[in-house]
């Protein structure tokens, strides 16, 4: 098994940045593909931003020029660095690690303030 741990979430007024982090630890035989996952209130979860173990980057139009996604192979960890926030960023933050299936941590909240 592949256990995840998050943090950084919290509460930051519209404009303002934080950095979540996920560090993956146990069964994990080679770097696989990390990210993140959102679920807002009353909406269907949304990838926010995945990085696969070369450096392949994709994000979700809506968060574009403001994230930025980046993994650190040797600690097996993953960062979203999150800039200009808005309102509507507010969600629960799920980061996830595919190999040859996938695990997911426990969430953190991030709520923005207008």
């Known amino acids: 098994q592949v256990q995840l741990v998050e943090s950084g979430g919290g509460l930051v007024q519209a404009g303002g940045s934080l950095t979540l982090s996920c560090a993956a630890s146990?069964?994990?035989?080679?770097?696989?593909?990390m990210g993140w996952y959102r679920r807002a209130p009353g909406k269907q979860r949304e990838l926010v931003a995945s990085?696969?173990?070369?450096?392949?980057?994709n994000y979700a139009d809506s968060v574009k020029g403001r994230f930025t996604i980046s993994r650190d192979n040797a600690k097996i960890t993953v960062y979203l660095q999150m800039n200009n926030l808005k309102p509507e960023d507010t969600a629960v933050y799920y980061c996830?690690?595919?190999?040859?299936?996938?695990?997911w941590g426990q969430g953190t909240q991030v709520t923005v303030s207008s």
């Open positions: 146990g069964r994990i035989s080679s770097i696989g593909a």
């Open positions: 990085i696969t173990n070369s450096g392949r980057i």
């Open positions: 996830y690690y595919s190999e040859i299936s996938t695990s």
